[in-house]
């Protein structure tokens, strides 16, 4: 498989996780489950930790 074919596979296969994971953000959020700015913090926590572990 040429590299770009590779690139563009990953590039969609993203896109698809990007809008899988924006739609659950959503249903959690119209149920009551969590609000945006929890799920922001979240992720916020998350990319602290793993720089840490990863020592950047």
Known sequence: MAKEEEVKELKEEIELLDDMLSALVELLE?????KYEEWEE????RIKESEKLNGI
């Open 30 to 34: 119209e149920k009551g489950v969590l």
């Open 42 to 45: 979240k992720i916020k926590e």
